[in-house]
Structure formats: structure tokens, C-alpha cells
């Protein structure tokens, strides 16, 4: 898994009141496929490979994790949500929630590191 201290030392600052639902889906995130990265971009904790995958859209009552170019991850993703041109966006309210909802976020993750591994 690809930790990255800069990326511990965002959470540990914060006093965010989704940390543990956050902290869970960044290590689903990160132990989907071993090529991910994570950094800090635009002030949040983003997931890399071949180009971002996805970043934290904190909020203080829902996890939400932008997919930067989620329209165009090939495969069905009912968890994904969004009607624009290039973005889709997974929520989640809670860890329970996150722990629910952790196949589908695994699935768009290996898929994305997949196609780009591809191209």
C-alpha cells in the first residue's frame, strides 16, 4: 500500500468530523491496486495512476469522492453518480456506509489502474 506521510499528516490535522469514514475509503481506495498514489492536490488527498483517479471533496456530514474523469472508467458502476460531461462522484455518510459500498469503490479503482495500464 502507498502511504504517503504528507497525506497522514493532512488527516492528523484536521479535526474533521468524517475523519474515520474518510480514513476508511482512502484505505479501500489505496489497497484496490498497488499501483495507486496518493498526494495532496487542491488542498485534499488525492489517488493517482497514469493521471488522477480521484480526491476528497470534504464535507462535514458526507464522504465524497470525486472520480476526476469518472464518465469515461470503463464498466457499469451503479455506485458512481453524476450526469456530466467527465465527472462522477461516490458518497457516503457514514463508515458502515463506506464499508457497504467498499466492492463497488474497489471495482472503479482496479478498472480505472486496468484501462490506464491499457493505454
Request: aromatic share 8%; charged share 35%.
Amino acid at each position: 500500500m502507498n502511504r504517503n506521510p504528507e497525506v497522514d499528516r493532512w488527516f492528523d490535522e484536521r479535526n474533521h468530523p468524517m475523519d474515520a469514514a474518510m480514513r476508511r475509503a482512502r484505505e479501500i481506495i489505496l489497497g484496490a491496486d498497488d499501483r495507486i498514489t496518493e498526494s495532496i492536490k487542491w488542498k485534499t488527498p488525492t489517488f493517482s495512476y497514469a493521471g488522477n483517479i480521484a480526491s476528497f471533496n470534504p464535507s462535514k456530514n458526507v464522504v465524497s469522492v470525486m472520480f476526476h474523469r469518472g464518465a469515461e472508467i470503463p464498466g457499469k458502476h451503479p455506485k458512481l453518480e453524476g450526469d456530466g460531461k467527465l465527472v462522477r462522484t461516490m458518497r457516503f455518510e457514514s463508515v458502515e456506509e463506506v464499508e457497504r459500498g467498499r466492492r463497488d469503490l474497489e471495482r472503479v479503482v482496479k478498472a480505472w489502474c486496468d484501462w490506464k495500464s491499457k493505454t
